[in-house]
Structure formats: C-alpha cells, structure tokens
T-cell receptor, first 113, second 112 residues
Framework: DTGVSQDPRHKITKRGQNVTFRCDPI?????LYWYRQTLGQGPEFLTY????????KSRLLSDRFSAERPKGSFSTLEIQRTEQGDSAMYLC???????????FGSGTRLTVV | GENVEQHPSTLSVQEGDSAVIKCTYS??????FPWYKQELGKGPQLIID?????GEKKDQRIAVTLNKTAKHFSLHITETQPEDSAVYFC???????????FGTGTRLLVSP
C-alpha cells in the first residue's frame, strides 16, 4: 500500500468516449502531480496542483485533457474524445510541504480501442 | 527545459554481482536526483535520492553518486538478488514546482 490510491486500475474504452480517473493522495500532501507513462518510457509530466490551484500544465496536456483538485484533496483527470494515442498508464504522485520525495500511486492503465 | 539521459537500457547480471546505471542531466539548476524502481503493473517506488549538496549517499546495498560538474549521477547496487530485477528510472528536478524529469529507464535482470 503506497498511500496514494488511483481508481480505476484499468480502463478500456472505445475511441471517442470520455474517461475520468481519480487520485486520492496521502492526506496532508498538498502537492499533487499527474504523469503519463507509455510502454518502455519514463513517466512524463502532465500537470501540477498545489492545494486546489493548478499551477503548471505541460504542452502534452491538450485541450481534450482537464484536471481538477476541488478542495485540495482528491484529484480527477478527464480525457474527452479519447484517441488511440491516449493509451498509456496515468500516474498520480504527491509530496508533502517540506519534503522532496514523491510517492506514486499504482496508476490507471488506459486502453483505447 | 531539463533533459535526462539514462544508460544502459538493459542490464543483465548474475546474482551477487554489482550493477551500475548512469544518468546525465542538462539543467545545472537541478538540485534533486531520485531513483525509482518499477515492477510490472505498479507505480514507481522511490529507492534512494540525493540532493545537490551531497556527493554520495548509501543505503545498505544501494548507493548513489553525484558529479555536479559533469552533470551526471549513478546508481550502484551491490550483491544483486533476483528480487532486484525490475525497471529502474533516474530523474532530476529543480525550480519552484520541483516537477520530475525522468530518464528512459534501465531494465535490470538478475539471474540466479
């Protein structure tokens, strides 16, 4: 148990459908990150929240992607009109206010068919 | 922005041997360098990290060295065991939001 929960673990969807993933970070970890990992690659940064504020977004995050963190607790990542190229592992990570180390969740594996 | 290169992409060793994985980074402002182990179907797990004001750090069989001048850092695993088999990622970060930039990973296979 890493302390970061992601739901669902796996999602298969048809091209063009919308999907939403949820991340529950470690409580009191005010900094939350979303990453995307494709097969054989390292995770790539998507977006960053400090409390409820979304402070940085990668250019990888197209207009079809949106992320929220209401009340600075859990976060959601939504992908609209999914494409086959969106197939990947979506990872959530968090950090506390006074440490450097990230804790990652187990990820949500998305397959777009 | 930061760019991290990692070598080798695959590494096969016999149980008990040592394994070394090397990374270089491009941004001299980077100040934190973690290493992650990722097993199949799981998220990355932090195994050791080093900050830029330290040259070496050791934790049992695992050590990390940092050369700021050359902008490279390395992971050393001694007395490898089959359970060390996994994909290892280096990363670097710096700046206000401390987002991690990862290397491309090294698949380590330890044969009994």
């Amino acid at each position: 148990d890493t302390g970061v929960s992601q739901d669902p673990r796996h999602k298969i969807t048809k091209r063009g459908q919308n999907v939403t993933f949820r991340c529950d970070p470690i409580s009191e970890h005010n900094r939350l990150y979303w990453y995307r990992q494709t097969l054989g690659q390292g995770p790539e940064f998507l977006t960053y929240f400090q409390n409820e504020a979304q402070l940085e977004k990668s250019r990888l995050l197209s207009d079809r992607f949106s992320a929220e963190r209401p009340k600075g607790s859990f976060s959601t990542l939504e992908i609209q009109r999914t494409e086959q190229g969106d197939s990947a592992m979506y990872l959530c990570a968090c950090r506390g206010p006074s440490n450097y180390g990230y804790t990652f969740g187990s990820g949500t594996r998305l397959t777009v068919v | 922005g930061e760019n991290v290169e990692q070598h080798p992409s695959t590494l096969s060793v016999q149980e008990g041997d040592s394994a070394v994985i090397k990374c270089t980074y491009s941004d001299s402002a980077s100040n934190y360098f973690p290493w992650y182990k990722q097993e199949l179907g799981k998220g990355p797990q932090l195994i050791i990290d080093i900050r830029s004001n330290v040259g070496e750090k050791k934790d049992q069989r695992i050590a990390v060295t940092l050369n700021k001048t050359a902008k490279h850092f390395s992971l050393h695993i001694t007395e490898t065991q089959p359970e060390d088999s996994a994909v290892y990622f280096c990363a670097a970060t710096g700046g206000g939001f401390q987002k991690l930039v990862f290397g491309t990973g090294t698949r380590l296979l330890v044969s009994p």
